[in-house]
C-alpha cells in the first residue's frame, strides 16, 4: 500500500524558513518521480518543485533562488526547504509521487506565513 506522509508545516513569519518532509512506503522510493504542489485558498492545486530519480530539479518561478528540493533515498523521503518566505507562500502544501502513469498524493500539510 502506498502512503506518502507530509510533516513540517506550520506557522512562520514572513522571512522565515520550514523543512517540509515526505516520508513514503509502499513503493520502490527510487524509481518515483517526486513533487511537492501547493494549493491556497480559492486557487487551484500548483506544482512547486520536482526532483527526477537523476536528482535533477525544476521548480516553480515564484519559488526559485528560495526553495529547495531533495531526496534521500535511502529513507524513502523527499524534502523541501523554504527560506526567505512570503505570505504569498500560505497554502497546504502536498507531496506526489509518480511513476509511469500512476499518481498518488499525500495529505497534505499546512503551511501558514503571517506576522
Known amino acids: 500500500q502506498v502512503q506518502l506522509v507530509e510533516s513540517g508545516g506550520g506557522l512562520v513569519q514572513p522571512g522565515g524558513s520550514l523543512r517540509l518532509a515526505c516520508a513514503a512506503s509502499?513503493?520502490?522510493?527510487?524509481?518515483?518521480?517526486m513533487s511537492w504542489h501547493r494549493q491556497a485558498p480559492g486557487k487551484e492545486r500548483e506544482l512547486v518543485a520536482r526532483?527526477?530519480?537523476?536528482?535533477?530539479?525544476k521548480y516553480a518561478d515564484a519559488v526559485k533562488g528560495r526553495f529547495t528540493i531533495s531526496r534521500d533515498n535511502a529513507k524513502s523521503t523527499v524534502y523541501l526547504q523554504m527560506n526567505s518566505m512570503e505570505p504569498e507562500d500560505t497554502a497546504v502544501y502536498y507531496c506526489?509521487?509518480?511513476?509511469?502513469?500512476?499518481?498518488?498524493w499525500g495529505q497534505g500539510t499546512q503551511v501558514t506565513v503571517s506576522s
Open positions: 509502499g513503493f520502490d522510493f527510487g524509481l518515483a518521480v
Open positions: 526532483i527526477f530519480t537523476t536528482d535533477v530539479t
Open positions: 506526489k509521487r509518480q511513476i509511469g502513469l500512476i499518481n498518488d
